[in-house]
């Protein structure tokens, strides 16, 4: 069955940097559109990032673009993102997710806590 299991979240400080990664099984990873979508506490699933099958055409939400740089490796079925100069309300469970849709499958999530 399909599988997402992401990692790399922790507590880091305003201005620091964190790599999530997610590793997927039990679909054909490089056939499917990946992205990122995250949910800070008390609010409402939101948009991320998300990058074609190819590892191209990557798209970001306002608050991303310019910090965030999603990628993937199809040979390891492997999404990643990469996040900078992080803030307190970058603050959330981040969950990776198949397709463009916020709706799609997604993993246990990992927290990423931003304090100083």
């Known amino acids: 069955q399909v599988q997402l299991v992401e990692s790399g979240g922790g507590l880091v400080q305003p201005g620091g940097s964190l790599r999530l990664s997610c590793k997927a099984s039990g679909f054909t990873f490089s056939r499917a559109p990946m992205g990122w979508v995250r949910q800070a506490p008390g609010k409402d699933l939101e948009w991320v990032s998300g990058?074609?099958?190819?590892?191209?055409?990557?798209n970001y939400s306002d608050f991303a673009e310019g910090r965030f740089t999603i990628s993937r490796d199809n040979a390891e079925n492997m999404l990643y993102l990469q996040m900078n100069r992080l803030t307190s309300e970058d603050t959330a469970v981040y969950f990776c997710t198949i397709g463009y849709s916020m709706g799609g499958a997604r993993g246990q999530g990992t927290q990423v806590t931003v304090s100083s």
């Open positions: 990058i074609d099958r190819y590892g191209g055409d990557p």
